[in-house]
């Protein structure tokens, strides 16, 4: 997560953020003979992906219904809107060409074939 958008000095905490990131990734992740992709290559495994601070994620999150009440459906509806849309979605796709996996919003996540 990082700081709302409106933060003082977001800007300059998520590039530090990214650059320690590269900094770790290049001591233990690639090997002397390997090209280490570009700090500014934004599909790169280090480069992150910055979820800003949701409100509605705070505290105690109930992901089903607690009761059979309009309100209860409102609110789980816009739970999952704010969970299942950009920027979790960007994580999403990372994730599944991390693991070798097809991302179709409209679909099922599937495995990729050879």
């Known amino acids: 997560m990082a700081p709302a958008l409106r933060e003082t000095g977001r800007v300059e905490e ?4 990214a650059d320690k990131a590269y900094e770790i990734f290049q001591e233990n992740y690639y090997y002397d ?6 700090i500014n290559d934004s599909d790169a495994p280090f480069t992150p992906i910055v979820l800003p601070m949701q409100d509605d994620l705070r505290g105690d999150i109930a992901l089903f219904a607690r009761d059979q009440s309009p309100e209860e ?6 739970l999952v809107k704010v969970i299942t849309g950009d920027p979790y979605q960007g994580l999403a796709r990372r994730l599944c060409r991390l693991f070798g ?11 990729v074939e050879a």
């Open 33 to 38: 003979t390997d090209v280490v992709p570009n």
């Open 101 to 111: 996996r097809s991302f179709d919003k409209n679909q099922d996540v599937r495995e």
């Open 73 to 78: 459906a409102n609110r789980l509806s816009e």
């Open 14 to 17: 998520l590039k530090a953020f």
